[in-house]
């Protein structure tokens, strides 16, 4: 399942709270397939976990599973990047104690949900970049090119 992205090692799964192979459509329009239903996902088998920006983290977070998966990959400290909108996963996203995951951590995200960041106890950065232990957060898609080089940092995957 899944498809090869163009970094050496690297092996993308497109997972969702839908069957495996539905067609998922993005804020402009281009599609997706899912490659497996976030049931069948098992933090144990993942290197790092991205999580998109637009509406579809509204979406996300309202799914047990897909904070769960979250969750247990920041216990394992494995990478978790999200970008734009996706840090509102790491607002709804609990530790074993029930804080938000992002508490007391830095981060950032699109200026809508600062407020939404802060009062999930973390320290907002406005910065394109910000990485603290397994999270990676970044503001809009003009950060792309920096959110990605700190994945691969924090994955010590680097492009030939």
């Excluded at 603290?132 to 994945?151: K, W, Y």
């Amino acid at each position: 399942m899944g498809f090869d992205a163009s970094l050496p090692g690297a092996h993308v799964l497109i997972v969702a709270d839908k069957p495996q192979g539905t067609k998922l459509t993005g804020k402009f329009g281009y599609p997706v397939t899912s490659d497996c239903h976030i049931a069948s996902v098992n933090a144990a088998e993942l290197d790092a976990l991205v999580i998109p920006g637009g509406f579809a983290p509204d979406y996300m977070r309202r799914c047990n599973a897909m904070l769960a998966l979250i969750s247990a990959m920041i216990e394992a400290q494995k990478p978790v990047a999200a970008i734009c909108h996706g840090p509102w996963m790491l607002c709804s996203a609990r530790t074993p104690e029930g804080a938000p995951v992002v508490s007391g951590r830095r981060a950032t995200c699109f200026v809508s949900i600062k407020d939404d960041l802060i009062n999930a106890g973390a320290t907002y950065e406005d910065a394109a970049v910000v990485i603290d232990g397994p999270l990676v957060t970044s503001r809009t898609p003009q950060d792309l090119i920096l959110f990605v080089q700190a994945i691969m940092s924090r994955m010590h995957l680097h492009a030939d």
